[in-house]
């Protein structure tokens, strides 16, 4: 008989350094082995046995072939036979207990070369932290044990402990278009109707596209060459007064804020205390994201004003950052 645990299993795997736990779900799959009789098959059955060892094996087990199982077990191939043992390898579906009756006494029967194929259900690894988890599974084996062979045979070692390591390895890749670090704020449809007509522009703006592949949530603030109360400024070129730039971003579908929420226009404040955290919800590969850099509305008008009218420039630096 062959009675292995083909129900799933579950297991806690931790992380080595944060003690962070998941949940990995095992079950056997498949189970083989190598049995070996006291005496050749032949002299076993005694006469009328086939000189063939394959049809004297198959003649010893009531008919039941060991390259093909008896229900609910399944044929896997790669079977190897001699006169005094023979070679199997069986899937084992969810509830097998998979048992072949001997049509003729056998003295005494053992098995070598045990070998057992396992099925997992991994943890979402976009919900885990980069790195290594442990775990360890322990079976009992033996009569009436998770792997049961039946009452008479008995284990050389009662137990059977499988380790498993989940190396979790997370991507966050960020591609800026050539010239994108440069970013001149303009208004929409451009400065015409401002030297033309006088009419100030509402605001200053432009749009930065980026691409974004990202498993694993992620942080995004700003760092400025000069600021003030959260936010970036730009300086005229005589430091009469600096203006207010907003920074905010939009992200693709997949990325979400921590409330599962679409991220549009999202705005991202200076230094590592006001970041965003952001998170997907599948892996996203190389997906267009978009920054926008905005002076707004009551800021060009000082801008343009006749006692100003200077450029204005600043450095402003975005940062995506996996550490959260």
């Known amino acids: 008989m062959f009675n292995p645990p083909t129900d799933w299993r579950p297991l806690q795997v931790v992380h080595e350094t944060s003690g962070a736990r ?3 779900e095992v079950r056997i799959a498949s189970i083989g082995a190598r049995y070996h009789l006291p005496d050749t098959v032949q002299n076993i059955i005694g006469e009328g046995a086939p000189a063939n060892n394959s ?3 198959e003649m010893l087990w009531s008919g ?3 390259t093909f199982p008896p229900s609910p077990c399944a044929y896997t191939g790669g079977m190897y036979v001699e006169p005094t043992w023979r070679s199997f390898f069986w899937l084992t579906r969810p509830g097998s207990v998979c048992a072949p009756k001997a049509a003729y006494r056998i003295e005494s029967l053992r098995y070598n070369a045990l070998q057992i194929g396992y099925e997992l259900r991994t943890p979402d690894p976009l919900k885990m932290e980069t790195g290594r988890y442990v775990g360890t599974y322990t079976y009992g084996v033996g009569p ?11 284990p050389s070692d009662d137990s059977l402990s499988i380790n498993f390591i989940l190396d979790v390895q997370h991507t966050l890749k960020v591609d800026i278009p050539p010239g ?4 001149r704020l303009t208004p929409a449809g451009g400065w015409q109707s401002w030297l033309h007509a006088g009419r100030n522009p509402v605001s200053l703006f432009r749009d930065q596209t980026f691409h974004i592949s ?3 949530r992620f942080k995004m603030y700003v760092e400025c060459e000069s600021w003030a109360t959260l936010e970036c400024v730009i300086e005229d070129a005589i430091g009469r007064r600096p203006v207010e730039l907003q920074i905010s ?4 579908n997949g990325l979400t804020d921590q409330a599962g929420q679409p991220v549009k226009r999202r705005r991202l404040r200076a230094g590592p205390t006001g970041a965003q955290i952001f998170q997907p919800g599948f892996y996203v590969d190389r997906a267009p994201g978009v920054l926008h850099f905005e002076v707004p509305k009551e800021e060009v008008e000082w801008m343009l004003s006749e006692k100003v009218q200077s450029p204005y420039s600043g450095s402003v630096t975005v940062i995506w950052d996996s550490e959260v």
């Open 64 to 66: 039941y072939n060991w």
């Open 22 to 24: 998941s949940t990995l």
């Open 180 to 183: 994108g670090e440069k970013v």
């Open 55 to 57: 049809l004297a094996h």
């Open 249 to 252: 971003v939009s992200l693709p």
């Open 144 to 154: 009436g044990r998770d792997f049961d062979m039946g009452d008479i045979m008995l």
């Open 214 to 216: 990202a498993s694993s």
